[in-house]
């Protein structure tokens, strides 16, 4: 009996242990999803509010969008690609947002597109993120890839502005609070 006693207090003390661990997390893909989501909202948004309304219309050379024009490009397609990922039967089309022209504007369009892609996000779990929906020509395509396109779509946009705050002599928000690298 008190053999069985002790093996209980060690599968008690086992539990206690076991359960203390940290357990992994629920939905993994889908946390990451939200992450990477957030994270480039946080920079697009930061460096859309850094550049003044009179750079808006900038133009780092004459054949290319302006900033103002990517910005809105930027929310156009990834409320496409969100609402893609939500299911919609018919996305809207992602020029809906090019005609935007003042600061005001266009950082609305860019916060509500960051909004809804959120609510989106909130919604799914993992199993949700693997399902595939259509993708256009693409066809069936899983929608943590969608979501992923769009992160990478946002951050190649976001190299991009770098640029062009830079040719204004702003510093990136994302780089403003690094210490100086040393020799440089």
Not at 86 to 92: D, E, Q, S, T
Not at 145 to 152: D, F, N, S, T
């Amino acid at each position: 009996m008190k053999y069985i006693q002790g093996k209980c207090y060690l599968f008690l003390l086992a539990m206690v242990f076991l359960g203390a661990q940290r357990l992994p997390a629920q939905n993994p893909i889908a946390i990451e999803l939200r992450k990477q989501w957030d994270a480039s909202r946080k920079q697009l948004v930061q460096i859309a509010e850094a550049m003044p309304e009179s750079k808006f219309s900038y133009r780092a050379t004459p054949e290319v969008r302006s900033f103002g024009e990517i910005i809105a490009h930027v929310a156009g397609e990834n409320m496409t690609w969100m609402e893609t990922v939500a299911g919609l039967p018919k996305p809207g089309e992602a020029e809906r947002f090019e005609h935007l022209k003042t600061r005001a504007e266009i950082l609305k369009a860019l916060s509500d597109h960051f909004d809804y892609g959120a609510k989106v996000l909130a919604d799914m779990n993992d199993q949700k993120a693997l399902d595939s929906v259509p993708f256009g020509r693409r066809g069936p395509t899983p929608r943590w890839v969608i979501v992923m396109q769009a992160v990478g779509h946002n951050k190649e946009h976001y190299g991009n502005l770098v640029t062009y705050v830079r040719l204004n002599n702003i510093v990136p928000p994302s780089s403003a609070d690094r210490p100086p690298t040393p020799g440089a």
